[in-house]
């Protein structure tokens, strides 16, 4: 069977388009012409054994209890584009002997043979998002995997009956033959600690302690609908708004936002000033290569967020992600806004309205979102106000320099949001401030005649929630820095004789610091998480003729329970060098021992 490579074709999205197969003198943005890619191998012998592709990511500390585990789907995902999600009743545990769970996971196991897409999917708990996830391309010799996530934070909403909700949009014909087949577990760890042990809820306070919400409300589409439950922000003007009502003792409210784009959107870093587009009469996806997700609360901004650039399983080059798979795309990372601040507005009985848009925004967004809130177990009303709300408007700024198709072009952007307001409940008047600060800079350069493309860019996102109590003249702080890099490199040298070589290298950078204090002491963590890759094609008219791609990645966890590491390369499907670690440096047990005096007294 030939290789082949179709360009336009949309992935780890529903769309399934095909245009013609036009390949431009230049190869303007090249990343937004391929989109997510598809690498067709010929069948190869039956012999060998399906191939498992995973994420690298550190494991969920879990107690030492065995797990009351749940099969609670089976379903093979054929031709579902544009149907239903499929549905399935979910009943809480009820044949477990405990009933108090100090870890509840969500385990996805999913196999396939032949040849597919990356598909994006999602999977929701009475319209709750759960998951947010690509399919990984199969080969003809069939593929596994499996994502494990921590869903503790769900607990409240799986101590009822519920309607399970999973749509991933696959289609199949004669020549993608890849059926997901798919089991969803649940294993829910019981608590080590004996009945006696327990700290109720109503005596402790949901800032810093990391319990889960009482409840969890649903920022998304309602069922039936013959697609996913996220909205879709097709352009800048676009919003999406759901109304929600909380209940009057609430005294804490955490909004979480799950993001994906795709199609034209699918590579937005890369995207190029529209300038540089119209003066040479191109029509690749423009609007440049800032994005920012703006979160609104009855139409006043509430939070922002400048996402992390997950690469799909078909991205850039498929041969990259066989079998490490690009930070984040099994187990999209979802963020969270305090909206605390806010809830004396929302603590009235009425209806009010969140939203969402994305600045720049070309087709197209899935988003939706999860609003946590803590109840006062012990009063059956609180009340609040918001006292003081700084929003600097997004300072955003674009220099280019170009002739004709060569040039180098600047955008940097930058943003602060603060909110401060009181609670009053059966906890006392707590005050919660929390604040957002943001920078961006993108820098890329165009060369070999629009042939080549070098994009680097860093996204700086800090944040932090101060707490103060009135029993203590101390705040509870949680604090969040977060550091999203991307370099990416990519070319297309013609071998004058028919084909050409496409050569992409990239260094995807996810790194993330956490502290957070409270009464039980002061807790931090902090990830480095590295890919590099290298990849190239050899490309005949359409037709990928061979390729190659390595990846490496380096992960490094460390908190002051546990520390993980793991450092790993692949190529051409192989793992090269492997080695995992779970000991922490003794110097770094000193720096997280010191973590609480420090940050004590810094307050
Ligand atoms: C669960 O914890 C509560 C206290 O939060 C306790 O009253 C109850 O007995 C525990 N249940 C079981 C099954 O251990
Ligand atoms: C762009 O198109 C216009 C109108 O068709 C033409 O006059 C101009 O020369 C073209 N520019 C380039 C760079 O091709
Ligand atoms: C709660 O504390 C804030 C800030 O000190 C104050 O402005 C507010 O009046 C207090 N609310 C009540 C009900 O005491
Ligand atoms: C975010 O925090 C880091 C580390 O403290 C700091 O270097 C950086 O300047 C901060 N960035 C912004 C935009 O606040
Ligand atoms: C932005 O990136 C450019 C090039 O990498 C660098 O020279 C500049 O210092 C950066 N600016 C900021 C504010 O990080
Ligand atoms: C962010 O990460 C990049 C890549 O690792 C690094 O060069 C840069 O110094 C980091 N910036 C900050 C403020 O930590
Ligand atoms: C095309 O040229 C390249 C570089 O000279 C060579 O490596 C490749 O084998 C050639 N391919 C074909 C199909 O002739
Ligand atoms: C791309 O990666 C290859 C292999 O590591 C390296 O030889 C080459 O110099 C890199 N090119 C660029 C522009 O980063
Ligand atoms: C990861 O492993 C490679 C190959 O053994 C080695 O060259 C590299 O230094 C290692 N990186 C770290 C951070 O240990
Ligand atoms: C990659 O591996 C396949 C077998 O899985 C082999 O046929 C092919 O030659 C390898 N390609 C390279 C460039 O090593």
């Known amino acids: 069977m030939d290789f082949y490579l179709l360009r336009f074709l949309s992935s780890c999205l529903f769309v399934f388009f095909l245009l013609p197969p036009l390949i431009p003198s230049a190869n303007i943005g090249k990343l937004n012409q391929f989109r997510s890619e598809l690498f067709d191998e010929p069948t190869s012998f039956n012999d060998t054994p399906p191939t498992e592709y995973f994420e690298v990511t550190k494991p969920i500390k879990l107690p030492h209890t065995k797990p009351c585990s749940y099969h609670i789907l089976h379903h093979d995902f054929g031709y579902t584009y544009g149907e239903s999600p499929v549905l399935a009743d979910y009943v809480p545990p009820s044949n477990c002997p405990s009933h108090n769970f100090s870890k509840i996971v969500l385990e996805w196991k999913a196999t396939c043979r ?62 993608y033959t890849g059926i997901y087949h798919v089991d969803i577990f649940i294993h829910f760890y019981p608590s080590e600690m004996k009945p006696n042990d327990y700290v109720s809820h109503s005596e402790n306070l949901a800032f810093g302690n990391s319990f889960p919400a009482d409840m969890v409300l649903p920022i998304s589409r309602n069922l039936p609908l013959n697609d996913g439950l996220w909205f879709e922000i097709a352009n800048s003007a676009d919003t999406a708004t759901k109304e929600f009502r909380i209940p009057l003792n609430a005294y804490r409210a955490v909004l979480e936002v799950y993001v994906s784009f795709h199609e034209n959107d699918e590579f937005w870093y890369t995207n190029l000033p529209d300038e540089y587009l ?86 197209v967004w899935y988003i939706d979102a999860n609003l946590h809130v803590w109840l006062d177990q012990k009063g059956d009303r609180t009340e609040g106000e918001l006292l003081n709300y700084i929003r600097k408007p997004l300072v955003e700024s674009q220099v280019s320099d170009f002739v004709g198709l060569d040039g180098t072009f600047w955008t940097r952007a930058r943003r602060s949001i603060s909110s401060t307001g009181w609670v009053k409940s059966s906890h006392g008047n707590i005050t919660t401030s929390f604040a957002q600060d943001l920078s961006y800079n993108n820098t890329m350069v165009m060369g070999n005649d629009g042939n080549m493309q070098i994009v680097k860019q860093i996204i700086l996102f800090n944040d932090t929630v101060h707490a103060k109590l009135p029993s203590s003249m101390d705040h509870l702080i949680g604090e969040s820095n977060r550091n999203f890099s991307l370099y990416l490199y990519s070319d297309e040298v013609d071998q004058a004789n028919g084909t050409y070589l496409s050569v992409s290298n990239l260094t995807l950078g996810f790194d993330e610091t956490k502290s957070k204090s409270a009464e039980f002491g002061f807790s931090s963590s902090s990830l480095k998480n590295v890919q590099n890759g290298q990849g190239v094609m050899v490309v005949k008219k359409n037709l990928v003729v061979s390729g190659v791609g390595s990846t490496q990645q380096d992960y490094n966890f460390k908190s002051n329970e546990f520390c993980y590491f793991r450092n790993v390369s692949s190529s051409n499907y192989t793992i090269i060098h492997d080695t995992v670690g779970y000991s922490c440096p003794q110097r770094d047990r000193t720096y997280f021992g010191f973590g609480y005096n420090k940050i004590i007294h810094a307050v």
């Open 114 to 175: 032949g040849r597919q897409f990356d598909r994006i999917f999602g999977v929701w708990l009475g319209g709750v998002e759960l998951l947010r996830s690509c399919t990984a391309e199969p080969r003809p010799t069939g593929i596994f995997w499996s994502v494990e996530k921590d869903i503790t934070r769900y607990y409240s909403l799986l101590t009822k009956d519920q309607t399970l909700a999973v749509y991933l949009g696959n289609l199949i014909d004669r020549t």
């Open 278 to 363: 119209a003066a040479n009469n191109l029509t690749s996806p423009g609007n440049g290569p800032f994005r920012e997700v703006v979160a609104t609360l009855d139409g006043e901004v509430v939070g922002a967020i400048w996402p992390f650039t997950v690469i799909y399983t078909g991205g850039v080059n498929p041969l990259l992600w066989r079998p490490i798979t690009g930070i984040g795309s099994f187990d999209l990372p979802s963020y969270d806004i305090e909206i605390t601040p806010f809830l004396g507005k929302m603590l009235d009985g009425h209806a009010h309205s969140l939203g969402f848009s994305v600045t720049n925004a070309l087709n």
